[in-house]
């Protein structure tokens, strides 16, 4: 039973940036297997950013070239790396497999305002 734990959000002012990390309870084999989500109020979850199978990663068009995902297989950890950011990256965000595999975590919460 694979517990996620997201971390790092908070209340940025547009331009700035903030680092999301997401912390597995155990090992995960398929650690690159993993992405990070979103959901704003009144809004689907969407995937934003993931590991993809030939090696490289994926972001949705919105957050192309703000945003960066790596990871800790050390630490059973995945980061978001989020820069440049907008008040539309508002939203709860997420760990999970790709496609969504394991509980969701409770999320870490961005709030982006001036």
């Known amino acids: 039973q694979v517990q996620l734990v997201e971390s790092g959000g908070g209340l940025v002012q547009p331009g700035g940036s903030l680092r999301l990390s997401c912390a597995a309870s155990r090992s995960i084999f398929s650690i690159n297997g993993m992405g990070w989500y979103r959901q704003a109020p009144g809004k689907e979850r969407e995937l934003v950013a993931a590991?993809?199978?030939?090696?490289?990663?994926y972001y949705v068009g919105s957050v192309k070239g703000r945003f960066t995902i790596s990871r800790d297989n050390a630490k059973n950890t995945v980061y978001l790396q989020m820069n440049s950011l907008k008040p539309e990256d508002t939203a709860v965000y997420y760990c999970?497999?790709?496609?969504?595999?394991?509980?969701w975590g409770q999320g870490t919460q961005v709030i982006i305002s001036s």
């Open positions: 999970n497999k790709r496609p969504p595999g394991f509980i």
């Open positions: 590991f993809t199978s030939g090696g490289g990663t």
